[in-house]
């Protein structure tokens, strides 16, 4: 039996969870991936590292919750035209090639 998930925005209207959830499951990839490997290059704690990168997967949930569900419109709103749905999904590929790419950055 599926179980449905009713989330709602700032003004009490249903939002689709999927893209915070699919955020949140991405930040904690890289942040808990990442973060401690590098925590541990530059020379911290493992116990420093993973805090460092805990916070930073709850500051980058917190700000996709903000983003994805407190302020998302409401369901019934109909499709956003794809001129704001382009340019959003172009600025989440720079911002996730700019993060792949600072991650390479101190292998150099």
Known sequence: MPVEVHVHNRHGSRVDPVPFLVTAGLAFAFALSFGP?????YGLTLATSLAVSSTAFAVATAIAY??????????????LPPGPRVERLLYAGMGLG?????LTLPLL
């Open 98 to 102: 700019v993060l792949i790419v600072a």
């Open 37 to 41: 490997i590098y925590g541990l290059s």
């Open 66 to 79: 903000q983003q994805l569900v407190r302020c998302a419109p409401p369901l019934d709103a109909g499709p």
